[in-house]
């Protein structure tokens, strides 16, 4: 027997059920309301820095990833200043030197950032996963799941807003980046969004977007958990292996 097909939502529902995915958003998660909060110590601040750098570094990996399989000339165009955010150009440093100096900031030496001594296994994997994500999935896909994004500048305002405060012990020039994410994350919002809408037309591809959001909110909140778990219930990976 067959079913009948959903009929699509318009444009402007889903849109707005791509926004009422924020719900999912690791704002909400208890690591990142700690930290909102100004509970977290400087342990848990530096783990999570420290932890949120391999993202960082993965980022313009997933960005390549999405461009080598884009044969669009004009997405490819505007795409590519995602890497050029995060890696930098010539004689002009970009997002990942800026999450460096959030570190220093907070405490950590560079080359201890660098070597990444600090990433959990549970973000690893996830981060690992996004990639490899973007890297085989169809280029629409692999970029709508970068819409994370509309909720971005909330979290970058809360820290802008609230670290000075509760974190005062963290050198204010260290707030950089978040600076920087307010216009980069709007400008690439309003691009990606165009894009999902544009290219999502029946509700089954509708429903398939919501999942690739989820994934990647998934992704977040896993990090989070994973980070959670050593930091804050102190049960590091491994933590009842006697050595």
């Not at 884009?70 to 590519?80: A, S």
């Not at 994934?215 to 909140?221: H, N, P, Q, R, S």
């Amino acid at each position: 027997m067959s079913t009948i097909a959903q009929p699509p939502w318009t444009r402007e529902e889903f849109e707005a059920r791509l926004r009422g995915m924020e719900r999912y958003y690791h704002i909400h998660h208890p690591y990142h309301v700690l930290m909102h909060e100004g509970q977290l110590n400087r342990r848990q601040i530096q783990g999570w820095v420290a932890n949120r750098y391999y993202y960082q570094i993965n980022i313009p990996q997933k960005d390549a990833a999405i461009l080598a399989n884009c044969p669009d000339r004009e997405t490819r165009i505007q795409w590519v200043q995602r890497i050029i955010d995060h890696d930098g150009s010539s004689g002009k440093s970009g997002g990942i030197e800026a999450w460096l100096q959030l570190g220093i900031a907070a405490g950590l030496d560079r080359n201890e950032i660098t070597s990444l001594e600090h990433v959990l296994p549970g973000v690893r994997f996830a981060v690992d996963a996004y990639v490899n994500f973007a890297r085989k999935a169809e280029w629409h896909e692999a970029a709508s799941s970068s819409l994370t994004e509309l909720f971005a500048p909330a979290i970058h305002q809360q820290r802008l807003s609230n670290w000075p405060d509760n974190y005062p012990w963290i050198n204010s020039k260290g707030l950089l980046y978040f600076q920087q994410r307010l216009s980069q994350a709007r400008r690439d919002v309003e691009h990606g969004l165009r894009l999902t809408l544009d290219w999502y037309k029946t509700r089954e591809e509708q429903d398939k977007m919501m999942g690739i959001l989820k994934f990647k909110l998934d992704v977040l909140w896993s990090m989070a958990d994973a980070m959670y778990l050593a930091y804050v219930a102190e049960m590091p990976p491994y933590h009842t292996v006697k050595e």
